[in-house]
């Protein structure tokens, strides 16, 4: 059974089959067989933009795949930034500017048809798509988790650092 976010899956399937020109390509993790998703990060490593619908929760582990892979995460929901806002990467310390290295649209409007998010891709300017994938360049290496300790601000220490900053405010 899908989960409550991901009722805007298969409406994004069709807008997508449906673009034509190759512009839009589906890559499903259960359909590779190859445990290590080669295939996966391939796909998402050749793309600009890559969706990032919802399921069980708003937001999934795609998206930071998506970053890690250079390519732009697209979501349909404000709540990545609201529920865990220290998985933006290092802007979610205090005093560091938030990098914008994603786009959001508003799922409702998407569900309701009055966003076609393909067109609205194809609308962006060369120069602001090209500044999303910088700044997802930038931001991938505070999406992964170090092997090394001797590694500074990974994914670990970013939620660590975020978390204390949040509970320092609290006192």
Same mark, same amino acid.
């Given at each position: @059974?899908?989960?409550?976010? =991901?009722?805007? *899956?298969?409406?994004? !399937?069709? #807008?997508?089959? #449906? =673009?034509?020109?190759?512009?839009?390509? @589906?890559?499903?993790?259960?359909?590779?067989? !190859?445990?290590?998703? /080669?295939?996966?990060?391939?796909?998402?490593?050749?793309?600009?933009? /890559?969706?990032?619908?919802?399921?069980? %929760?708003?937001?999934?582990?795609?998206?930071?795949? =998506?970053?890690? !892979?250079? /390519?732009?995460?697209?979501?349909? !929901?404000?709540?990545?930034? *609201?529920?865990?806002?220290?998985?933006?990467?290092?802007?979610?310390?205090?005093?560091?500017? @938030?990098?914008?290295?994603?786009?959001?649209?508003?799922?409702?409007?998407?569900?309701?048809?009055?966003?076609?998010?393909? %067109?609205?891709?194809?609308?962006?300017?060369?120069?602001?798509? &090209? &500044?999303?994938?910088?700044?997802?360049?930038? &931001?991938?290496?505070?999406?992964?988790?170090?092997?090394?300790?001797?590694?500074?601000?990974?994914?670990?220490?970013?939620?660590?650092? #975020?978390?204390?900053?949040? =509970?320092?405010?609290?006192?």
């Amino acid at each position: @059974r899908p989960g409550p976010y =991901a009722v805007i *899956r298969e409406p994004l !399937s069709r #807008a997508c089959e #449906a =673009a034509g020109n190759g512009a839009c390509a @589906r890559a499903d993790p259960h359909g590779i067989k !190859s445990k290590h998703f /080669c295939g996966l990060r391939g796909t998402t490593m050749a793309a600009f933009f /890559c969706l990032q619908p919802g399921g069980d %929760s708003p937001y999934r582990k795609g998206f930071f795949d =998506a970053v890690v !892979s250079g /390519c732009v995460p697209v979501v349909f !929901s404000q709540q990545l930034y *609201r529920v865990a806002p220290w998985h933006r990467g290092i802007e979610a310390l205090p005093g560091v500017p @938030r990098a914008h290295h994603a786009i959001v649209f508003d799922g409702r409007k998407v569900l309701d048809g009055e966003v076609d998010v393909f %067109s609205e891709l194809a609308k962006l300017p060369a120069e602001r798509v &090209a &500044a999303l994938r910088r700044a997802a360049r930038r &931001a991938a290496p505070f999406q992964q988790y170090a092997v090394d300790d001797d590694f500074r601000m990974d994914a670990f220490e970013i939620i660590l650092r #975020a978390a204390l900053a949040v =509970a320092e405010r609290r006192v």
